[in-house]
């Protein structure tokens, strides 16, 4: 069996209830965003109809849905809150929340949770702003354990979404001078082991298997290390150069045994087992895209992204730069999202924000200005198919696309969008 194929073999077992419809954790299924049952229709809409729109608060983490049910967490006055709604007609169904201050100092703009709950084992698992783990029964919403290793976060807070595999919730807490992998038993909460090192950055773990070993891959502030889920581990570690990105915030893709990473210039390594040691091959390096925040997506054998300077951009399996071209701008007639300039751009600062998934037949990008660009996953060339104004302020979640619904997160209100 290829390690490709045994690593998506991994993750179906973990999340044995699901079907492609469902986006349980940061990601999706395989946290690859991608999704397999999307209606690509053969003519796009003029518009796409608004199901239903609620308020659920601020904050910029991706829900996930499973099922008919969707977990929200976000941040209502002094608390972060875990909801979980109907998909289909947005009622709450239950709520849970708790104080704890949001993110303050530069990265107040941002108040709330930034991390996707993960879902498996009728379970829920969120990571707050301040590094607040918690773990609810998915059906009634009980409480059933609270963890909190540390009182520091990096500079801009936690931003890594929990990954839930063989009975273990794992997290990236910690900050400058105790950053730490840390697992725990998902149904007991007791703590089955803890990495400690290096300072987080804000990229999700990952999941990734090399010669039979099962690795959770953290993107720390200077570099990459693996962790063996098994016994917590340190087997691998890559540092970065100077002159990188600055955020580390594009999570790596895993394709097997090879790991695409962004520091600042998006690079391609292999990893292999040498002896006792895991030893890394460099096989690509991009010096055409740099890349501060937005994670790419993989999709026949090509990378599709955003730079830091807003340009769509596809690489090709060997590391060469395809095309990239600007990111569509809404229409005078479709407006910005408040707070939002041109590029993505957020009170005047740099560009870069966005997010990608892989939809099937198309790609679907959504930018800040809360524009959903549906274009072809194509080496040659960017041609779009359709655009559409989705929230009326700034979008830094990832779509949810399933079927022929989009949900949408804005600031502070959740949005079902379907294509009929």
Known sequence: MSVRRWQLVVLALAFMSLTGADWPQWGGINRDNKVSDFAVPETWPTELKQQWKVPVGDGVATPALVGNKLYVFTREGANEVVRCLDAETGK????????????????????????????????????????????????????????????????????????????????????????????????????????????????????????????????????????DIADGKHVWETYFGSGGSRYKAATPVIDGDKLIFSDGLPTAIQISKEGEKLVEKELWKNDASRVEYATPVLKNGNLFGLTRDSQLYCVKPDGKTAWSAPVPQPSPSQGAAPGIGQGGRRGGGQGGYGTIVDAGKVLIGLTPTAQLVVYEPSDTEFKQLATYKVAESPTYAFPIVTDKRIFVKDKDSLTLWTLE
């Open 92 to 227: 709450e169904l239950w709520k849970d929340e708790y104080e704890s201050r949001g993110a303050d100092g530069p990265a107040s703009g941002f108040a709330g949770p930034r991390s996707t709950p993960a879902v498996a084992d009728g379970k829920v698992v969120t990571l707050g702003a301040r590094g607040i783990l918690n773990c609810y029964d998915a059906e009634t919403g009980k409480k059933l354990w609270t963890k909190q290793e540390s009182q520091s976060w990096p500079s801009f807070y936690v931003s890594s979404s929990p990954l839930i595999v063989d009975g273990l919730a794992i997290a990236q807490t910690g900050g400058q001078n105790d950053g730490s992998v840390v697992a725990y038993d998902l149904n007991t909460g007791e703590r089955k082991w803890k990495w400690t090192g290096a300072t987080p950055s804000y990229a999700s773990v990952m999941l990734m298997e090399v010669d039979g070993r099962k690795l959770a891959i953290g993107q720390v502030f200077d570099g990459i290390v693996a962790i």
